[in-house]
C-alpha cells in the first residue's frame, strides 16, 4: 500500500520538525485565543476544551495555562502596545494575526527569560501554520518593533552583534 505524495510529504515535514513542549503549548494557547475571539467563552471552557484535544498532554501545561490567562487578563494593555506598531485599528485584523501578535506581545513582556527572536520566530511559525498567506511578514515587522520598544538593550545588543559579524 503506497502513500499518497501529499500525505508523505508532510509525514516528512512533520518528522523533521519535533515539537517541543512549549512550542505545543503556544499553539493551544493560539487556538484557545481565537476561541476567545470567535466564541467569546471564558478561560475555564476554552481550558476543558482544549484539554481534551490529542497532543494536549505533550504541551508544557504550566507555560500554556500563563500565556492563555495572561493574554485574557492583559488583553488592553497588550492591545494598546501592538496598536502603536500596526497600520490598521486592531479590530480590523484577522483572528489568527490577532491571537498570534497578542502570545507573542505578552511573551515579549511577561517573559523576559526568553529571548525576543525566539518568541517572533515562534509567532512566526504560528502565523505561518495557522494564518494567511502573508500573515506571518506582518506579524515579524510588529513584533520585531514592538520588541525594540520594550526589550531595547536585548534588541540593540543582538543588533550590534549581527554588525560585527
Known amino acids: 500500500m503506497s502513500t499518497a505524495p501529499e500525505t508523505a510529504i508532510a509525514e516528512s515535514k512533520a518528522a523533521r520538525v519535533a515539537k517541543s513542549p512549549r512550542r505545543r503549548a ?3 494557547a493560539l487556538q484557545g485565543l481565537y ?4 466564541s ?3 478561560e475555564a471552557s476554552i481550558e476543558a476544551h482544549l484539554a481534551d484535544i490529542a497532543g494536549f498532554d505533550k504541551a508544557d501545561r504550566q507555560f500554556f495555562v500563563a500565556v492563555l490567562r495572561g493574554v485574557l487578563a492583559q488583553h488592553p494593555v497588550l492591545q494598546e502596545q501592538l496598536q502603536a506598531h500596526l ?7 484577522s483572528p489568527v494575526e490577532a491571537s498570534v ?3 507573542g506581545a505578552y511573551e515579549l513582556v511577561n517573559c ?6 525566539v518568541i517572533i520566530n515562534e509567532a512566526i511559525e504560528l502565523a505561518k501554520g495557522y494564518g494567511g498567506t502573508d500573515g506571518h511578514k506582518y506579524v515579524n515587522g ?3 518593533k ?4 520594550l526589550r531595547p538593550l536585548e534588541v540593540e545588543a543582538k543588533r550590534a552583534a549581527n554588525r560585527k559579524s
Request: aromatic share 12%; net charge neutral.
Open 26 to 28: 503556544r499553539e493551544f
Open 35 to 38: 476561541q476567545w475571539q470567535i
Open 40 to 42: 467569546g467563552n471564558d
Open 87 to 93: 497600520d490598521r485599528p486592531f479590530r480590523e485584523l
Open 101 to 103: 501578535l497578542l502570545a
Open 112 to 117: 523576559p527569560q526568553t529571548p525576543y527572536r
Open 142 to 144: 510588529v513584533l520585531d
Open 146 to 149: 514592538l520588541a525594540a520598544k
